[in-house]
């Protein structure tokens, strides 16, 4: 029902052969302990503990009002900005912005993300270079009881997870204060305009800029 083998450029992905293992995305994510593991089990020298299960990567810098609770593994070259909270059970690539009051719990992050004011992300994974505006939230949990679906053309794909916030291939862009729908799944180089509200699924290249307003990404 969704093909995802061109969502990630998996050179990108601190976590690459994990993605080959499993159909959805979102099975990646009950596991990230034990892919945390084997991050560093393959290179034990890329990465340092500075607390009880928190690994990070050379060149990270970590505010004094950040706070960080394993498990969790971070990247080389990222910015852990002040007031960041990294919620347990996230693995994050390198050159990573987690900004001022942003919350990150049960994600992947590819490298070269930037969720830099105001943003939550949970129960998500974010291709390469996504970059949220500020205030975007990635809604995880349905305001009625039962798992998350998932609708693609009039069809519903059970994902059998309570919490799922959104799948963001690489490139997307979510404009400020946009609330993205629990199982929201975001295709390559789309676009969310600001203050809007999306569910389901968005194809690669477009832009949504409401509900009912999906336009195809003019090429420069």
């Given at each position: 029902m969704l093909d995802f083998s061109n969502f990630f450029d998996l050179t990108n992905c601190p976590c690459p052969g994990a993605f080959t293992r499993v159909k959805y995305p979102w099975e990646l994510l009950s596991q990230i302990p034990e892919l945390i593991e084997e991050i560093l089990a393959e290179a034990p020298e890329k990465y340092e503990e500075i607390g009880q299960g928190i690994w990070v990567g050379e060149g990270t810098t970590i505010a004094d009002t950040a706070v960080i609770v394993g498990?969790?593994?971070?990247?080389?070259?990222?910015?852990?900005?002040?007031?960041?909270?990294?919620?347990?059970?996230?693995?994050?690539?390198?050159?990573?912005?987690?900004?001022?009051?942003?919350?990150?719990?049960?994600?992947?992050?590819?490298?070269?993300?930037?969720l830099p004011h105001y943003n939550y992300v949970g129960d998500s994974i974010l291709g390469r270079g996504v970059h949220l505006g500020a205030g975007a939230i990635l809604s995880n949990l349905k305001s009625v009881k039962g798992n998350v679906s998932i609708?693609?053309?009039?069809?519903?794909?059970?994902?059998?997870?309570?919490?799922?916030?959104?799948?963001?291939?690489?490139?997307?862009?979510?404009?400020?204060?946009?609330?993205?729908?629990?199982?929201?799944?975001?295709?390559?180089?789309?676009?969310?305009?600001?203050?809007?509200?999306?569910?389901?699924?968005?194809?690669?290249g477009m832009i949504f800029k409401g509900e009912g307003r999906l336009v195809p990404l003019r090429q420069p």
């Open positions: 498990p969790a593994l971070i990247g080389a070259g990222c910015q852990i900005r002040p007031n960041a909270y990294i919620r347990g059970n996230v693995i994050v690539g390198d050159n990573v912005v987690i900004g001022n009051a942003s919350e990150v719990k049960q994600a992947i992050v590819f490298s070269d993300v930037q609708k693609v053309d009039g069809q519903t794909l059970e994902t059998g997870r309570r919490k799922l916030g959104a799948i963001l291939a690489d490139g997307v862009e979510v404009g400020c204060n946009a609330v993205l729908n629990p199982g929201t799944v975001i295709g390559p180089g789309s676009i969310v305009y600001p203050l809007t509200s999306p569910r389901g699924y968005i194809p690669a």
